[in-house]
């Protein structure tokens, strides 16, 4: 019987599953690794550890099916949009660190100079450059630690280092260029050379294999050679497919079957800790506050958008750990716990539960549809109470918050050639009762869930079925793998007082935004006239 390896980095930890060929999960294991704060906004980790990670979760996901060491037909890697950066002599980056996180905003200056080159490069990431691509990183190591940067010999996507240090390889898989890279796969020369040199960053493309062609999602980046097959658990030899960022997987996994034929009207959000919305166009789109278009980021041929809130899973997160009234830190088990005793209190109060709580969910920036990573979240309808309804009326209102900004992000899309009217649910959200009902009620379309215990593995068990020659592109996967679903239509009477809340989101978003380009008139005054 031919398995499937699919192996997920995330935020926190590796996640290994093991898939039989239809699609069914066998085992999953997973194991952590440290996520280091060596200053504010900066966020790094050590490469070691990852692949210790991968390595340990590999292992102990294989050794729990009787017979999947030597049965592996294909491993496919997914990771974090993470850049992994390989020196000569000691590890680059600061706190012994040489992965630079996808949460990482030391860049948010660099992302502004990019944003005001004017470069075409901005036409395919929505107008604005975000401090979470790769360019702001990588221009703030240059600058800041010239020395560091003189040592650095490649700059790699996560999930093309774990697949080299799998195979001894070094490819770059397109969607990680092509959605976190200044690189159009459109172009006859990709690589925007003229604001690599503006930037002083020409030598970029000299620091690896970054120059070469990329290869599509789904192709064999390499085979698992003897040393790696040792520290994974399995046999040597094993293809290993050209990987993806985890969302891209997590998109893979949720969308369903039939997606060929309903890909304009389907949205992929995928929940965790922060949250990425993912749609496919057979054409050209371009959109302001929405990343891409990205040409064959996942499907050859295909154009794909991405959408973003940062922090979103993670400020559910805060509200447990920092509210005076929380009975604990964040764990799965008090989620689950303030979930339960707010869908309570919906049941016995209705839509007046909350109601003058009013969130704008942008805690680490605006990923979309506004596209500024420097604006920050609105709170309203805060008092002095330190009760324990006080903390549940806040944890609602930040959920309903997540759900209303998604609801704008699906609405700004269908106003530029889109017509979704199903969204895909998955990731940590989807495990969440509170939050599923609040999605159900909230982003006036079809709710649609994929019945699966994991968010991303299942994506990535196609693509490594392709590498291991059992399917014959991603669509063909899609349509034999792909879990079953179930559709959750809004209550009448939920979604007509979502719909009033979602009227008061819109104009607080909009209010905010005014108060924040204030707040940069007053931060940087203009010059006196006649000044130098």
Not at 33 to 43: D, G, I, S, T
Not at 52 to 68: I, K, S
Not at 284 to 298: L, M, N, Q, T
């Amino acid at each position: 019987m031919s398995l499937l390896l699919a192996i997920d980095v995330g935020t926190l930890s590796a996640r290994a599953g093991v898939f039989d060929a239809s699609g069914r999960l066998v085992t999953a294991r997973s194991h952590p690794f440290e996520l280091l704060r060596p200053e504010e906004n900066h966020a790094v980790y050590r490469m070691d550890e990852i692949w210790t990670a991968v390595c340990r979760a590999t292992r102990a996901a294989v050794a729990e099916a009787p017979g999947a060491a030597a049965s592996i037909a294909g491993i496919a890697v997914d990771a974090t949009s993470s850049t992994y950066f390989e020196a000569q002599g000691a590890r680059p980056l600061e706190a012994d660190a040489d992965v630079v996180c996808w949460m990482d905003h030391r860049g948010e200056r660099e992302a502004e100079e990019i944003a005001a080159s004017g470069d075409r490069y901005l036409d395919c990431i929505g107008g604005s450059v975000s401090p979470e691509m790769y360019l702001p990183k990588i221009l703030w190591v240059k600058r800041h630690t010239p020395e560091a940067w003189a040592r650095v010999t490649a700059v790699r996507d996560l999930s093309d280092e774990v697949a080299r240090r799998m195979t001894g390889v070094d490819r770059h898989s397109v969607c990680g260029l092509a959605c976190k890279f200044p690189y159009l796969p459109a172009d006859p020369d990709p690589w925007r050379r003229d604001l690599l040199a503006s930037l002083g960053l020409s030598e970029l493309l000299q620091r690896g294999r970054l120059a070469e062609p990329p290869c599509r999602v789904g192709e064999v980046h390499g085979t698992v050679s003897v040393d790696a097959a040792l520290e994974l658990g399995i046999a040597p030899g094993v293809p290993v497919a050209i990987g993806l960022i985890d969302a891209e997987a997590g998109a893979l996994g949720v969308v369903g079957r039939g997606f060929r034929e309903r890909m304009n009207c389907t949205l992929a959000l995928i929940g965790g800790t922060s949250s990425s919305y993912m749609s496919f166009a057979q054409d050209e789109r371009h959109i302001s506050g929405i990343w891409g278009p990205f040409k064959d980021a996942v499907f050859p041929g295909y154009w794909m958008h991405e959408a973003g809130m940062s922090i979103s899973g993670a400020a559910l997160d805060v509200v447990l750990n920092q509210h005076p009234a929380s009975p604990g830190k964040a764990s799965a088990a008090l989620h689950a716990e303030t979930a339960r005793d707010i869908l309570a209190l919906l049941d016995a109060e209705g839509p007046a539960f909350a109601a003058r709580r009013h969130i704008v969910p942008d805690w680490l920036g605006n990923r979309a549809p506004l596209g500024d990573g420097a604006v920050r979240a609105l709170v309203c309808g805060l008092g002095l109470e330190t009760s324990r309804r006080s903390f549940l009326e806040h944890y609602y209102a930040t959920g309903r918050a997540l759900a209303l900004q998604s609801r704008h992000i699906r609405e700004h899309l269908n106003g530029e050639g889109y017509a979704i009217d199903r969204v895909c649910l998955s990731g940590g959200q989807a495990k969440n009762p509170m939050m599923v009902r609040l999605y159900r009620d909230a982003l006036g379309a079809e709710l649609v869930i994929s019945h699966t215990p994991e968010p991303v593995l299942p994506g990535g068990a196609m693509v490594a079925s392709v590498a291991a020659g059992l399917h014959g592109d991603l669509f063909a996967a899609l349509d034999a793998m792909a879990p079953e679903q179930s559709i959750h239509k809004p209550e009448p009477v939920w979604a007509t007082a979502n719909d009033a809340l979602y009227s008061t989101y819109l104009k607080l978003f909009a209010i905010r935004n005014e108060i924040e380009a204030e707040g940069r008139r007053l931060a940087h005054p203009p010059a006196p006239a006649g000044a130098f």
